[in-house]
């Protein structure tokens, strides 16, 4: 029997694994998956609760890592993770996403010989994903994952032209479409009847839904001035408009080192929440007017639920989200969000098509070339 090692630490991680997970279940006479969860998202908030609602079991094996500057994190997933593949031997090593630990376990697999005298083999969920903006950590962690794994699973057209532009061998390449659509498609009933707008006290169509986390938008007085000033904008475009905030904890964190919680505060019709779990974020996240986000997940899920997105970034890694999808790429630039706000308030916005193979079979895809290849 084959045994399969997946590593997360944080919730995109969740939302990739879970259907992944799911369907290694049904082969368990030929693999043994088991979950490391490194504790890179050590908020329970940020990380049981969605175990929990995506019915995955507890995770196997916990690193308990929790909050360091990038190099402590990542040095410590290592030295934890080199310990877990010493003993656990894996056939193979599945990593998601763009985050600390996948980079981290990557490296791990490439320094450990197999039985075979060769590294352990690295599978990785959402491959040849490019921002081409190198001051973004998650753009170092994608490039070392995607050059030192053995398959790489694709989610959209321009995840294959950058893995063959940096000259990985066609061979190991495999457009598979994409994972956290499985979750989201297969959730959707359950989505459906969460109960968070009307705990929130907001009706459907009536709100828009913002997310921010970036260091590059939170650690900056500047750029949450200019969050704050968009917030104002949106009041004054349709003053009937609420603004849900679900806040980060690196955000709320800056906001008071700042001091500008008390002017967010005063900002009308804006709802500050605490981190919610994956239903009820997806629930106001499929009857919003629109998003404001800075978040890559995000930009994929508004795609496929067709909700107008306005990204808080000068990049995406997920182009194909602004190519057909109903992704606007914006960054803080306050003329052109609401110009876009006031396409979608008279209903001229772009309407955005489904891209291929986000049809809610992409972990049987993958499970089917692990199967044959290990």
């Avoid at 009847?193 to 650690?219: A, F, Q, W």
């Avoid at 929440?273 to 106001?284: A, H, Q, S, V």
């Avoid at 049987?364 to 290990?374: N, S």
Wanted: charged content about 30%; glycine content about 6%.
């Amino acid at each position: 029997m084959k045994k399969i090692l997946s590593v997360v630490g944080a919730r995109p991680n969740f939302m990739k694994m879970a259907p992944i997970h799911k369907q290694l279940l049904k082969h368990k006479s030929r693999v043994k998956h088991k979950i490391v969860h490194t504790g890179q998202h050590y908020d329970k908030k940020m990380s049981d609760v969605f175990f929990k609602e995506l019915e995955l079991p507890k995770p196997d094996i916990y690193l308990g890592v929790g909050s360091r500057s990038h190099a402590e994190q990542k040095a410590h997933i290592m030295m934890e993770f080199e310990k877990v593949v010493l003993k656990e031997k894996p056939d193979l090593v599945l990593v998601y996403g763009d985050i600390n630990s996948t980079s981290a376990a990557s490296i791990v697999c490439a320094k450990i010989l197999n039985d075979k005298g060769a590294p352990i083999p690295v599978a990785h969920v959402e491959s040849g994903l490019r921002s081409f903006d190198r001051t973004m950590p998650e753009e170092i962690n994608r490039m070392i994952t995607d050059t030192l794994a053995d398959y790489l699973f694709v989610t959209e057209p321009a995840g294959i032209r950058n893995l063959k532009k940096e000259g990985i061998k066609d061979s190991k390449v495999f457009f598979t479409g994409n994972t956290m659509i499985d979750s989201l498609k297969f959730y959707l009933k359950k989505i459906g009847k969460s109960g968070i707008l009307k705990e929130l006290c907001v009706s459907e169509k009536n709100y828009t839904l913002v997310t921010m986390h970036r260091p590059s938008n939170v650690d900056s007085k500047e750029n949450l001035n200019k969050t704050l000033s968009i917030f104002k904008s949106i009041n004054k475009i349709n003053p009937e408009l609420d603004i849900v905030f679900p806040i980060h904890p690196r955000t709320i964190k800056m906001l008071e080192k700042f001091k500008l919680k008390s002017s967010f505060d005063e900002i009308k019709n804006l709802i500050i929440t605490e981190p919610l779990g994956y239903i009820d974020f997806l629930k106001l996240v499929s009857e919003a007017k629109f998003i404001l986000t800075d978040s890559g997940g995000i930009q994929e899920e508004t795609t496929y639920l067709k909700v107008p997105c306005l990204t808080l970034r000068e990049n995406t890694e997920r182009p194909v989200t602004s190519e057909i999808g109903t992704n606007v790429i914006c960054g803080l630039n306050e003329k052109l969000i609401i110009s876009k706000i006031k396409e979608i308030e008279s209903g001229k916005f772009k309407k955005g098509k489904i891209p291929k193979l986000w049809d809610g079979n992409a972990a049987e895809r993958i499970v089917k070339i692990i199967l044959k290849k290990v």
